[in-house]
């Protein structure tokens, strides 16, 4: 009982702060974007359909602000939750004497890329929805666009998704579930909060990672390398991807 309860407060939490950043900077740039735009966010008169060069930028600006929204939210959460201590909360500290030995964690950076990639490729062919190489970014994005696009994979998305998922739920699962059922559930969620229009490819294709971070998180009892795990994995596979074929 105990632990089927700690299963739905994962859940819980996950979708009510994932939920609140989304509806949260959904507004933020509909209304900043219109306001630039010189439109009246609160009236269909004068509209016309956005150009591909505005969708693509409202996309993007959509994703990075939704990220840094969830950082903070998350941050807010921890802290109304435990108190002053959020660092220990969100495993940003650890306690004497725990963590992993440099070596395995230097293998393990260099070691999966290779695992990472050759998964997403073939769960992307069972799925139909092939990776290709020598993928191209969207011509409709100026070059600050491009750089903002690459921190947001390699650096926001990480940091917001691993406090939440390893950091915040991660910590709430531990007292009820145990770290076995936790590391599954987190990785269950963080696999279906990125549920696409591809349908179930994206999410199968993040499986092993979300399970690799949950037990690095586990067995390290940091989230920081469960960051930069998770931004190392991100940026070798868009580098794989933009990489011509040889």
Known sequence: MRAGLAVVDMAFRTALLLGFASILALVIVRVGADWLDGLDPFSAAGRSPLRPRQFAARSLVLDVIRQ????????A???ILTGPDVRRTLALTAPDGSGLRSRPLAW??????????AWVT??????GVPVARNATLSPTLHEAGTVLWLV?????APVAEELLMRGLVFARGLRGAGPGLTVATTALLFSAAHVSEFGLARPVSLLPLALVLGWLRWRTARLWPCIVLHAWSNLCMVAWMLSPVG
């Open 68 to 75: 840094a929204l969830l950082a903070l939210l998350v941050l």
């Open 77 to 79: 959460a921890a802290r």
């Open 122 to 127: 073939g769960t992307g062919e069972a799925f």
């Open 108 to 117: 393990l950076l260099v070691a999966w890329p290779v695992a990472h990639i």
């Open 152 to 156: 947001n994979v390699v650096l926001l």
